[in-house]
């Protein structure tokens, strides 16, 4: 079982910046993909962010250009660092942390957190 937690959503204005961290448990933290993703009220959750246990990442199309991703294995965190922030970007965002399947903390879909509310707004 990994655990997984966000912090750091709130309200923020338009163009203003925010820094969402992730912590996900677990020793072999360094080898899970982490990914962020969202939902607004009657949409469906979309991908935000991924970065893979090397450092590779990749962005959905809307956020490309303002989020960043990163991640740091000595502290089992990653970050979602969103500038010029939008009221579109208003949503609950959700870390999901995703251990490779030959180990014994795979699960189908990965380990997702409560979530932690994003509003951009004037």
């Known amino acids: 079982q990994v655990q997984v937690g966000e912090s750091g959503g709130g309200l923020v204005q338009p163009g203003g910046s925010l820094r969402l961290s992730c912590a996900a448990s677990?020793?072999?933290?360094?080898?899970?993909?982490m990914a962020w993703y969202r939902q607004a009220p009657g949409k469906q959750r979309e991908l935000v962010a991924v970065?893979?246990?090397?450092?590779?990442?990749n962005y959905g199309d809307s956020v490309k250009g303002r989020f960043t991703i990163s991640r740091d294995n000595a502290k089992n965190t990653v970050s979602l660092q969103m500038n010029s922030l939008k009221p579109e970007d208003t949503a609950r965002y959700y870390c999901?942390?995703?251990?490779?399947?030959?180990?014994?903390?795979?699960?189908?879909?990965?380990?997702w957190g409560q979530g932690t509310q994003v509003t951009v707004s004037s």
């Open positions: 999901n942390a995703d251990p490779p399947v030959w180990t014994y903390y795979y699960t189908e879909g990965g380990y």
């Open positions: 970065i893979s246990s090397g450092g590779s990442t």
């Open positions: 677990g020793s072999i933290f360094k080898l899970y993909a």
